[in-house]
């Protein structure tokens, strides 16, 4: 146990609610693990009995088909939270979670997770709302997919990365310094790279933002959003 794990916990929703004394309860269970840059941190189908924290880092959520076609879910960062929904109802992982820059987690086994939230109905109503906000973001990633254009989906991307970086750096929300690459960006679009790259340029035309390598500068949000259904 350490006073750097009981500081990451303070800021996972999941457990930001608990008193010092829970918290040192909780980081007397957790495990450190570093994962390097692309390493695969656990397979879509894979069995799982781990919850995962991230402490520092980017990792992504992805499904595959079986022709290995790559769908971007969702990007999590440090505070962040993974794992949750096979550590609940005991079923193999539902997608495969992939380290894009080095990252550090904090690891808890399903037993001791399943004893705290026993002991804690807190932490389990916490999960609760994490889980339906998170299934509530999905559903609006599904009707995007189905319902929104290309331009919409690139759009709907390039807002959720000024969501997330809002959070982190109000000042800079508009400033997007990616740390992963512009296919990967496309995958969560679900466009090719070239579709994604073609959108970029003509939304720079239109003068709503600009490229400079691998920052996007956001300079017209609005105009984003009106791609959006």
Do not use: W
């Amino acid at each position: 146990m350490s006073a750097n794990s009981i500081s990451t916990l303070k800021k996972v929703t999941l457990f930001s609610a608990l008193d010092e004394v829970l918290l040192q309860e909780v980081a007397s269970i957790t495990t450190e693990k570093l994962y390097k840059k692309n390493e695969v941190i656990f397979h879509q189908g894979d069995p799982g009995s781990v919850l995962f924290i991230l402490k520092s880092g980017v990792v992504k959520i992805s499904l595959f088909d079986q022709d290995n076609n790559e769908a971007i879910l969702k990007m999590l960062y440090e505070n962040d939270f993974f794992g949750e929904m096979s550590l609940l109802d005991g079923h193999f992982r539902s997608a495969t979670i992939t380290a894009l820059e080095t990252c550090k987690a904090l690891r808890i086994k399903r037993e001791d997770f399943i004893r705290l939230i026993k002991e804690y109905p807190s932490m389990a109503f916490n999960m609760l709302i994490t889980v339906s906000r998170r299934l509530r973001k999905a559903d609006e990633k599904i009707a995007s997919l189905t319902f929104s254009d290309s331009y919409g989906r690139v759009a709907q991307v390039l807002l959720d990365l000024i969501e997330k970086k809002r959070e982190e750096e109000p000042s800079l929300a508009h400033v997007l310094a990616l740390s992963f690459s512009r296919q990967e960006l496309a995958n969560m679009a679900g466009v090719s790279s070239e579709t994604f790259t073609r959108i970029l340029h003509e939304f720079q035309i239109r003068g709503c933002l600009k490229v400079e390598g691998r920052n996007i500068l956001v300079l017209d949000e609005a105009v984003l959003k009106r791609e959006v259904i």
